[in-house]
């Protein structure tokens, strides 16, 4: 029988804190006018203090979990796309493991710029379909304002802060993730990086004095990059699909800037109601702007059963990636009764006091262990 990845819970988080033009014109040298007319957005989220890049995928996973009735246990894998993960190492993915308690999943990040949630979407669909995973969490989460220079007006009035969650799970039925397509052009690496905080420039007084710990970005060529890469990913991944433009319902992109996503959709030959936009409202969220964008889309009923759906991103890398969808998961979906949600609720505390017991134990093994 041919397993197929399909998509059977999804959630988002977005801090509460929202940051907009008009706030944005007391820090830089900009205006509402410039940022609305060049990019399209209005406000952005920003994240609290004791906010982070885990504790924002921990909130998208427990929505998607539920949605997908699903215990933390079920998971098999997990992956965290992210450009701005809690450290180098651990993997956030292994943080968001130990606060679901999902004892059975593999966990590591993914860093592919913007593009991140879609390399996992496709990465999770072939190892599903392989029959290596049952149950795969994908998340897309970003802390941009704490890499962004908020003294540089050309990129600070772009980014924004949040997290988006799907899971993916084999069954045999058609539907599902009917084809992805990842790629990557590292000759366009300097276009946006992050300078330090690396091996190549590990931070250091001057690195810090430099500003080398906030991304840098040349903007017009990742937009000229951008323009051209969203089009031939989608085009690409439909014919792999066997599909054309006429069968596409709606297009999730990366949500950067709406002359983008007009471009494309010109490109395309398709009307700009099939591309789903809220930059408006979030700014560009690197790899969690897909994810939240496709809740958004089903919280507004822009996706029905059999439609076909691709997403796409573009970014840091640089990289991009495509995938075609066909929407298998019944909807409107039904709400978590109150005896489930006690139920999760308990769950993640069981999972924090497991989490402190091995830490104590460990604290054990250390103090009255020889060698
Ligand atoms: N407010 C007012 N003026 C500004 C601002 C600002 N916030 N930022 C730049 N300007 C000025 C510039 O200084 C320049 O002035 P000058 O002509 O006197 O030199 C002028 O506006 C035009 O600047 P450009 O950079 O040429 O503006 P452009 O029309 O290209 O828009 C933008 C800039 C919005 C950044 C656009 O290039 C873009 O969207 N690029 C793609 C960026 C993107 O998508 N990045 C994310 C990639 S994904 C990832 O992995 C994070």
């Known amino acids: 029988m041919t397993v197929h990845a399909h998509i059977v819970g999804w959630g988002k988080y977005v801090p509460e804190r929202v940051l907009t033009n008009d706030d944005l014109t007391h820090m830089v040298d900009t205006s509402d006018e410039w940022i609305r007319t060049r990019t399209g957005i209005a406000e952005r989220h920003i994240v609290a203090e004791d ?3 885990a504790t924002m995928a921990i909130e998208a996973a427990h929505e998607a979990l539920e949605m997908a009735n699903l215990r933390p246990t079920d998971l098999n894998l997990i992956i965290v796309a992210t450009a701005t993960p809690d450290h180098a190492f651990p993997a956030t993915a292994c943080l968001v493991q130990d606060a679901l308690g999902a004892t059975h999943a593999a966990c590591f990040d993914l860093a ?4 991140g949630f879609v390399y996992g979407v496709g990465l999770a669909a072939d190892l599903i379909s392989s029959g290596a995973y049952r149950n795969a969490l994908v998340i897309g989460a970003e802390t941009l304002s704490r890499i962004t220079d908020w003294e540089d007006r050309a990129t600070c009035v772009l980014f924004g802060d949040g997290a988006g969650a799907v899971i993916l799970q084999a069954n045999g039925s058609d539907g599902g993730i009917l084809s992805s397509l990842l790629g990557a052009d590292g000759s366009g690496g300097d276009l ?3 300078p330090a905080g690396g091996s190549r420039h590990p931070a250091s007084h001057q690195t810090v004095s430099e500003g080398q710990h906030y991304l840098k970005m040349r903007g017009r060529e ?3 990059f951008a323009v051209r890469a969203m089009p031939a990913a989608t085009r690409q991944v439909l014919e792999e699909a066997g599909l054309t433009i006429d069968d596409l319902s709606l297009i999730i992109p990366h949500q950067a800037n709406y ?7 010109k490109a395309l030959g398709i009307p700009k109601e099939k591309v789903f936009s809220n930059v408006d409202r979030y700014g560009n969220t690197s790899a969690a702007s897909i994810p939240i964008a496709l809740c958004e889309a089903l919280e507004q009923d822009r996706i029905h059963r059999d439609d076909l759906v691709v997403f796409v991103g573009f970014g840091a890398g640089l990289t991009w990636a495509a995938a075609a969808v066909r929407w298998s998961a019944p909807l409107p979906t039904m709400p978590l009764t109150r005896r489930r949600k006690i139920w999760y609720a ?11 017991v091995r830490r104590f134990v460990r604290w054990l093994a250390a103090r009255f262990t020889k060698e």
């Open 51 to 53: 906010e982070t890049t």
């Open 346 to 356: 308990l769950s993640y505390r069981y999972a924090a006091l497991r989490s402190l």
């Open 222 to 224: 990742v937009f000229r």
């Open 192 to 194: 946006l990086y992050l």
């Open 259 to 265: 002359r983008i996503t007009d471009a494309s959709a």
């Open 112 to 115: 592919a710029g913007c593009s």
